[in-house]
């Protein structure tokens, strides 16, 4: 079949290319000693996020904590949200994920560090997050240095 015959919206993925791909960015990371995270926004796959866990990546990042747990459920061990999470009951979605596997997600005030704490109470596994600071986009993070500098 020629790719000009198939129905579009299709997925066509050029494999030799991908590989290539995936392996000079891991061998850059390599190189300078950056462990590879790399996000999963663009392709949504758990086969290809494996792959790039096969080539040496630490683990994956998503956007929210549905990603997270679809990636969960298809073997994937290590996983970053790279957003911050609102919310009692996604906190606890976090909490039962992090029975089983390695999560860990942003936060950028007090507030939500007491939420956290709230949700994470009692269980066997601390809540693993990073401190999200403003670095000039002007969407999320810290601004304050004495706000920063409370959480720690």
Known sequence: MNYLDLDTPALLIDKDIMESNLKFMQDYADRHHIALRPHTKTHKMSRLAMLQ??????GITVAKVGEAEVMAAKGLKDIFIANEIVGHAKLLRIRKLAETIDISFGLDSIAQADMIELAFE??????????????????????????FAELL
């Open 122 to 147: 009692g269980s066997k596994k601390p809540a693993v997050v990073l401190i999200e600071i403003e670095v000039g986009e002007e969407r999320s993070g810290m601004i304050e240095e004495a706000a």
């Open 53 to 58: 866990e096969k080539y040496g990546a630490k």
